[in-house]
């Protein structure tokens, strides 16, 4: 007999807490800054290849290991017949920890720029160097966040995102495509449109392809688990594919409407579109307040809230990890699992929060890429876990499925909810995705990456 566990009201509340968990800052925050450095148009066209052709498969895997196992991440292995392959989920649990520990310090500068704005601060964003080290502030604003998301996980992750989800996401797209429409009005807009959209070849090196996959993986919530603890809590006929297929859809569009909107607003402010994780808070500001002081008041603070509210269902996914792992293999109750988890994560979020200029010892923390200036903690972290620790459990899922678990299970699987999906185009896609295109590009990555940390090779260097 199956345990009663608590389920999602009805297919709905699956996709919009899937889809809430896969927008947040990773589309407006990260991916804007990632294109920049990227060199615009070519990581875009790379990102869109390596969610649809590689990350797609993946969620549709990971969604289905969850409803099967009827488990969470980290002992889902243990039902499927694996046990052993339970590393993978630890490792996504551990994975999430790290991201959680800067996704809060951002979600807190997004909620003290939601704050600056409304009391009419424009100007935040030609101080944001300050802002980002004034530790007591940041601080402050990351332990309020932290203690929100732990408020709502303790209650259980059915009840409460359903509803955020359903309201406030379309709200945010809303505001967004009203931005994007402001963006085209504004002089030497043009310049941004065609940085973002006509690819330069030469962008693409090394360092691109294994960015651009990164964040595939990271903006879908990917290689950690976090879908295969939602699936945990779906229903036996819903439908896995065309729900997976809509949760990437709306993750993708968001983001990329989110390119669309930034890259005017940075040419027509005559800033660089290599600014880094400072993009979006340098760059926003003062575009409100080129539509003066009520509108831009309105129309920003409310940007913010709404991106705080996005990165809360962001986090409240992340934070399920732990909780799920610590109450589902060791017993633990909910509520000591979810504090005990964020109070964690809030003492690994301190070197995060003194890396952007209060530390020079975490400011200047460490050297990679061939480059010659050092990075600092925080993107440090943002970046080992998006692209080698989120690919790797990729790897490791795609494997364990179809070599491990089996190709006929997986599918299996899938036709619940999907009666004909055996036979379907869509089978032998995944299939064959899942099979040859992940082991190998990225098996392949993952090979390099190590030959560039551990033996100082120096394929990124451009
Ligand atoms: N996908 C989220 C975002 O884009 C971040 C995230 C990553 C959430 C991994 C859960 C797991 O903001």
């Keep these: 007999m199956r345990k009663k566990r608590s389920q999602f009201s009805n297919r709905f509340g699956f996709i919009a807490a899937a889809a809430g968990s896969a927008v947040g800052l990773g589309n407006i925050w990260k991916f804007p800054f990632e294109v920049g450095n990227g060199g615009g148009a070519a990581f875009l066209i790379l990102y869109l290849i390596f969610c649809f052709g590689l990350a797609y498969p993946i969620l549709v895997t990971e969604i289905a290991i969850g409803r099967r196992a009827h488990k969470s991440a980290a002992v889902a292995f243990r039902p499927l017949g694996h046990p052993r392959w339970s590393f993978i989920g630890i490792l996504g649990v551990a994975c999430g920890m790290i991201i959680l520990s800067f996704y809060n310090v951002v979600s807190g500068w997004v909620f003290g720029y939601f704050v600056e704005i409304l009391t009419g601060n424009f100007d935040i964003g030609k101080n944001f160097g300050g802002y980002i080290k004034d530790i007591p502030t940041i601080g402050g604003y990351t332990i309020a966040f932290s203690i929100a998301t732990a408020v709502i996980v303790s209650q259980g992750v059915t009840k409460g995102i359903e509803k955020a989800s359903k309201i406030l996401m379309p709200l945010l797209v809303a505001i967004i495509v009203f931005l994007v429409i402001y963006a085209f009005t504004l002089p030497n807009s043009m310049e941004g449109i065609k940085f973002y959209l006509i690819p330069n070849i030469h962008a693409i090196n090394m360092e691109v392809i294994y960015r651009s996959l990164g964040q595939a993986f990271f903006s879908l919530s990917l290689g950690l688990g976090a879908m295969i603890t939602y699936g945990s809590y779906l229903g036996r006929n819903e439908n896995i594919p065309s729900a997976a297929a809509l949760i990437t859809l709306t993750d993708v569009s ?209």
């Design 254 to 462: 968001i983001a990329f409407l989110a390119g669309l909107m930034i890259f005017p607003f940075v040419f027509s402010q005559g800033l660089e579109p290599t600014g880094g994780s400072g993009l979006i808070f340098i760059t926003l500001p003062g575009v409100f307040q080129t539509m003066g002081p009520v509108l831009g008041i309105i129309i920003g603070s409310l940007f913010f809230l709404l991106l705080t509210f996005a990165a809360l269902t962001s986090t409240i996914s992340l934070l399920e990890l732990p909780v799920a792992f610590l109450s589902d293999k060791f017993k633990m109750k909910r509520r000591p699992a979810v504090w005990l988890s964020a109070f964690i994560i809030l003492m690994l979020s301190i070197p995060s929060m003194l890396a952007n200029g209060y530390s020079g010892f975490f400011t200047n923390f460490i050297t990679y890429f061939g480059r010659n200036e050092a990075t600092d903690f925080m993107t440090f972290v943002t970046d080992l876990a998006s692209n080698t620790l989120l690919p790797i459990g990729g790897f490791l899922i795609s494997i364990f499925s179809v070599y491990i678990w089996k190709r006929h299970k997986l599918f299996r699987e899938l036709s619940h909810g999907s009666p004909g999906f055996t036979k379907s185009f869509a089978a032998r896609y995944i299939g064959f995705s899942l099979q040859y295109v992940s082991p190998v590009i990225l098996g392949v990555i993952i090979i390099i990456t190590i030959l560039e940390t551990f033996f100082g090779f120096n394929m990124f260097a451009k």
